[in-house]
């Protein structure tokens, strides 16, 4: 009876102990995607901050981590750029800079690169700038899921977005669109068109004194 016993020990061990260690790297699994999500999200915030910070620049020419490390790379600020700002190489240089951060400090390697989008919002008396990423991994036990039909990868994402505010900038491309606005004539022929307008309202004015 006592080697049944322990027989019987032996048989539930061996169907447990595996289903135990299972759960123990599966938990493990999980906390290394949700250290990924903060990394992705810590990594995207700080890019949206740098790069609206940074905007003005060109940022091929800037490690947007860093962000201004010399003098003589304050002479790079692009003129009126609120007006002319080539955003398609501002995005490239942003894509870059996020993905090499991504594969320095990644404890997991993903499915795929990882999927970076840059929106560019041009409004009247501001810009904005948006990034989303996002990342896939592959699940445990990945072709077994799929034979049943279940998705074999698990998606993360992260998103920042922020306002580029300057206010300098701002007043020499106001200074700068009405120099055009004085110099095309377009003044005259708008003070032509108001001036009927004008001297109504000067008329109501004088009545009321």
């Given amino acids: 009876r006592s080697n049944m016993c322990i027989g019987a020990i032996t048989v539930e ?15 493990i699994y999980i906390g290394m995607l949700y250290y990924q999500q903060s990394l992705l999200q810590s990594i995207v915030s700080d890019n949206v901050q740098n790069c609206a910070l940074l905007w003005g620049f060109n940022l091929e020419d800037i490690d947007i981590k860093e962000g201004i490390e010399q003098g003589n ?16 190489k501002k995005k490239d240089a ?39 990423a996002s990342l896939a991994y592959p699940l445990p036990f990945k072709s077994i899921l799929e034979s049943f039909g279940l998705l074999g990868n698990i998606s993360i994402e992260a998103y920042s977005e ?8 701002f007043m020499q ?10 110099e095309t004539g377009a003044k005259d022929w708008v003070d032509e068109k108001c001036e009927p307008l004008a001297n109504s309202l000067q008329k109501i004015k004088e009545y009321f004194k």
Wanted: with cysteine; proline share 3%.
């Fill in 73 to 88: 790379q304050y002479t790079g600020k692009q003129l009126y750029w609120h007006i002319f700002s080539n955003t398609n």
């Fill in 13 to 27: 061990y061996a169907i447990i102990f595996p289903i135990v260690i299972l759960c123990i790297l599966l938990l």
């Fill in 173 to 182: 491309n106001v200074d700068y669109i009405y120099q055009i606005y004085d």
């Fill in 94 to 132: 942003l894509i870059k800079s996020i993905r090499n951060e991504i594969a320095q400090k990644s404890i997991l390697k993903p499915e795929d690169e990882v999927d970076v989008r840059i929106e560019h919002q041009n409004y009247l008396f501001y810009k904005k700038v948006g990034i989303s």
């Fill in 162 to 169: 922020m306002v580029i505010n300057d206010p300098k900038e």
